[in-house]
């Protein structure tokens, strides 16, 4: 079974483009659509994102829908603990796919180090 890690010089879920995510406002409440849409940055990136050291600046401090854990994960999609890493590995395939393509470097370090 594969167990879901974030992988570092990665980034690709900070890439915010709303016209990426048209489903924002089915798990994100009103204030946090607000504090999201104020993060869109240049080119759609989160302006927390260090795309030098493709970092996040304030990572302590991230929002709740940053973070992959499994009450936020409940709370906002519905998706029981058991399914968290499922369902958190398909995020990041997509996103990646979105951001830096299917054979990315990104995404073949991603499956590598999730055992997909
Ligand atoms: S897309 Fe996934 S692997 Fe990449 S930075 Fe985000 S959480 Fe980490
Ligand atoms: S706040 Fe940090 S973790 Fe969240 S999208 Fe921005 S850079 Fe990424």
């Known amino acids: 079974m594969a167990t879901w890690q974030c992988v570092k010089q990665c980034g690709a879920c900070c890439h915010l483009d709303p016209a990426e995510r048209p489903d924002l406002d089915e798990y994100l409440l009103p204030d946090e659509m607000e504090l999201y849409l104020s993060m869109v940055g240049e080119g759609g990136w989160c ?58 470097l990104e995404m073949l370090r991603f499956d590598q180090a999730v055992g997909f």
């Open 47 to 104: 302006i927390n994102f260090d795309k030098d050291s493709r970092e996040c600046r304030i990572y302590p401090d991230r929002p709740r829908f940053c973070r992959v854990e499994s009450e936020i994960f409940l709370d906002m999609y519905g998706i029981e603990p058991e399914e968290l890493d499922d369902f958190a590995i398909d995020c990041c395939r997509q996103q990646i796919e979105g951001v830096y393509g299917d054979r990315s």
